[in-house]
Structure formats: structure tokens, C-alpha cells
């Protein structure tokens, strides 16, 4: 994701014109969006996207369980 900040960043300067990466040529322009590109598929073909969407639902189902004890416990406030 920050690559594809920086590259439309760098986007919007070249195209207003701004220096100093209005004299820089679009292949530094562009690259950070090519960057984005190769992350995304390394990220895809190792897993690596996979894993951290396994993490998340593993970190909600803990904290719904234990909302769930919580509420069990002799004495909590009855929702």
C-alpha cells in the first residue's frame, strides 16, 4: 500500500509540474506502482496474505471467546 501512496504522489508532482520531480524521468515515476505489483504477487505465491487473513480471524475468534467467558463468570452484568 505505501507504494502505491508514494507512486501517486510522485504522479501527482510530475503532472503539476513541481520540482523537483517534474524534471524526473516516468520510469522513477512510475516504478514505485511496478513495486506495488511485485509485492502483491511475492505476497500472493508465498502465503504471506493468506497467513496475516488467518491471523486476523484467529485474533477475533480469541476475543470473541473470551467476551463469551467474560460473561459467564458468576457476578458479570447480564448483557
Known amino acids: 500500500m505505501a507504494f ?3 507512486g501517486l504522489g510522485l504522479l501527482i ?3 503539476a509540474g513541481i ?3 517534474a524534471s524526473l524521468a516516468w520510469g522513477w515515476v512510475l516504478a514505485p506502482f511496478a513495486l506495488a505489483a511485485l509485492w502483491w504477487s511475492w505476497a500472493d505465491w ?3 496474505t493468506q497467513r496475516r ?3 486476523r480471524e484467529e ?3 480469541a476475543a470473541r471467546e473470551a ?3 467474560q460473561r459467564l ?3 458479570s452484568p447480564p448483557r
Open 4 to 6: 502505491l501512496v508514494v
Open 73 to 75: 463468570r458468576p457476578g
Open 67 to 69: 467476551k463469551a467467558r
Open 13 to 15: 508532482l510530475k503532472w
Open 19 to 21: 520540482e523537483p520531480v
Open 46 to 48: 508465498s502465503g504471506y
Open 53 to 55: 487473513a488467518m491471523r
Open 59 to 61: 485474533a477475533r475468534k
